[in-house]
Structure formats: structure tokens, C-alpha cells
């Protein structure tokens, strides 16, 4: 360990993943990998300060007791923006004074127990809807504040403690930190800690998901017309909550399913790759910026919260369009007045 981190301070080629994996070992290839890394910080960051502004700027987004999970998750994510400060400010030869192995084990545990946390945030949301569609009367007295609460912290202290045999020598619980050396050539996966891993999260969270949210698309599919009738004004907006949601959740998988799937054939010894891990790996960490954006494209109170947040910076534009919607106001209230003295 010592003699690596020795080699790096006294004047070696600068350690790139991209050039480790065999490609050219260049600057540009370092430049590359700060760029990403960079870029995605920065949008991270944006993104998730952008989601927990909105949520405070428009409380109907408190209506619904997920709100809570969500900005758990985006708080989270927020977290993984900042830590990823740290491979960026690494590359950058910023932290050469810092032990290494200790540094990216830190680094590699943190966003495995944040990732971890939006994962069993993304699984307590769906048991949430779906005891809110099957049980509505009973849904205040079952999802109760007190509850809501103890099942965040646990949320916390779940993700925080099953990756913690990977600091005692068990396994390495992800390949975040392989942008240092030491974790890239000397941490390596066990399968055990991976099945342990995969038993005890990846599969529990994957399963409730599915079996949640099949539940729930169901039973609206058989009660279409009654849902329709009931909420004829507001278009079910039960189901359509649930629809962003599910959203969020397919997005989580789609980005995360390479990551898992290079884990767990890594972890068996059947491929290994250091372009392939880090590829999966910043793929899987793009999706903590993901949640603004299909906030922002599938739910118009968000966009409504969005608005009033940059209103402050942007007051001649949103002024104009306000100014358009006015005569429009007037005229349709001054035809229902019209409408009332001919009637």
C-alpha cells in the first residue's frame, strides 16, 4: 500500500483507470476521466438541490407521505454529489498527502451506503402506494408519522451497517473508489460479501418493487371505471402518482442493473474488466441526477414549485407569461358573468 502511494508522490505517470485497462495513459485520457467525473458531480449536485428547494417552496408535493422517502433519497443523492468531489480532486493530484487505501475504502463505503439508501427508499415508496391503493381506510392509522420516521432511520442504519464487513477485510462492497489505485489493484470483490450483498438488499428491494407495483397496476387496470368516476375531475391522480413513481424506479434499474450484474459476474471470477467497472459503476451513480429531471418532465405541481423558485431570477420571462394568462382569466370570468345575467 505504502509503496504505491509512494510511487504516486514521487513523480510516476499520473494513475488513470482508462489507462490501466490498456488504453493510452496520456493526459488526455486522465483529462477524460476528470471531465465525466466532473461533469456528473455538478449536475448531481444541481440537480438534487434543485429537488429539495422545489419540495420546499410547493407544499401540495407534501400531500402524499412519499414526499418523505423522496427527499430522503434526494438528500442522499445530494451526499453522492459531494463525494464525488473527492475521485475528482484525486485525480487532480489534490490529495496525494492522504492514505490512499484508507481514502477510497471511505469513499467506496459512502456511496454504497447512499446508493443502498435510495434503493430502500425507492422499495419503502412502493410499499407505500401500495398500501395507500389496497387499504385506503385504514392507510392514516398504519402509516403514521412516528412510523414514517423510525423507518427513515432505519432506512440509514441498515444501509450503513451491511457494508460494513467490507472495512474488516469481507469483500469490497463496490468499484466507486477504483479511480485509486489501491482499490483498483489491491481491493478486491469475494463472493461471498457479494451474495451477502445481493440476498440481503439487491434482491429484497428488486422483489418488493416488482410485486408492489404489479399489484398496484392491477388493481387499477380492474377498477378503471370506478377510479375514473370517483376522481372524473382530478384524472386519478393516485394512478398517475404511482406512474412517476414507477418511473423513478425503472429508471433506478435500468442504470443500476449493468452495475449489478458486472458485480456479481466479477465477484464469480467469470469477467473482469477496468473500462467495463468503471463504466457500470458512473452509469449506475448518473441515476442520483435522474430524479429532478423525471420530476420535472412527469409532475406538474413539481413545475409548479420549479416556477416559483426561479421566479426570483427569472422575473421578466415568468412576469410575461403570467401577463399572457391574465387577459385570458378576465375574459373567461367576464363571459361566466355575461352567462349569469342571461340565465
Request: positive net charge; aromatic residues 14%.
Amino acid at each position: 500500500m505504502n509503496s504505491s502511494s509512494d510511487a504516486n508522490q514521487s513523480g510516476s505517470p499520473p494513475f488513470c483507470l482508462l489507462g490501466a485497462a490498456g488504453y493510452s495513459r496520456s493526459l488526455d485520457t486522465c483529462v477524460l476521466e476528470v471531465v465525466v467525473i466532473l461533469f456528473l458531480t455538478v449536475l448531481i449536485i444541481a440537480g438534487n438541490l434543485v429537488v429539495i428547494f422545489v419540495f420546499h417552496c410547493a407544499p401540495l408535493l407534501h400531500h402524499h407521505t412519499t414526499s418523505h422517502f423522496i427527499q430522503t433519497m434526494a438528500y442522499a443523492d445530494l451526499l453522492v454529489g459531494v463525494s464525488c468531489l473527492v475521485p475528482s480532486l484525486s485525480l487532480l493530484h489534490y490529495l496525494r498527502s492522504l492514505n490512499e487505501e484508507l481514502t477510497c475504502k471511505a469513499f467506496g463505503y459512502m456511496v454504497s451506503v447512499l446508493k443502498s439508501v435510495s434503493m430502500a427508499s425507492l422499495a419503502c415508496i412502493s410499499v407505500d402506494r401500495y398500501i395507500a391503493i389496497t387499504r385506503p381506510l385504514s392507510y392514516a392509522t398504519l402509516v403514521t408519522p412516528c412510523r414514517l420516521r423510525a423507518c427513515i432511520v432505519l432506512i440509514w442504519v441498515y444501509s450503513a451497517l451491511i457494508f460494513l464487513p467490507s472495512f474488516f477485510g469481507w469483500g469490497k462492497p463496490g468499484y466507486h473508489g477504483d479511480i485509486f489505485q489501491w482499490c483498483a489493484d489491491s481491493w478486491k470483490t469475494n463472493p461471498g460479501f457479494s451474495t451477502f450483498i445481493l440476498v440481503l438488499l439487491y434482491a429484497p428491494a428488486a422483489l418488493t418493487v416488482c410485486f408492489t407495483y404489479g399489484s398496484i397496476f392491477r388493481i387499477c387496470r380492474q377498477h378503471t371505471r370506478e377510479i375514473t368516476q370517483r376522481h372524473r375531475c382530478e384524472g386519478c391522480p393516485d394512478k398517475r402518482y404511482a406512474m412517476v413513481l414507477f418511473r423513478i424506479t425503472s429508471v433506478f434499474y435500468v442504470l443500476w442493473m449493468p452495475y449489478i450484474l458486472y458485480f456479481l459476474l466479477e465477484s464469480a471470477g467469470l469477467y473482469h474488466h477496468k473500462v467495463a467497472s468503471f463504466l457500470t459503476t458512473w452509469l449506475a451513480i448518473s441515476n442520483s441526477f435522474c430524479n429532478c429531471l423525471i420530476y420535472s418532465l412527469s409532475n406538474s405541481v413539481f413545475r409548479k414549485g420549479l416556477g416559483r423558485l426561479f421566479r426570483p431570477l427569472f422575473p421578466s420571462c415568468l412576469g410575461c407569461m403570467d401577463a399572457k394568462k391574465a387577459p385570458l382569466q378576465v375574459c373567461l370570468h367576464g363571459l361566466g358573468f355575461h352567462m349569469k345575467l342571461l340565465i
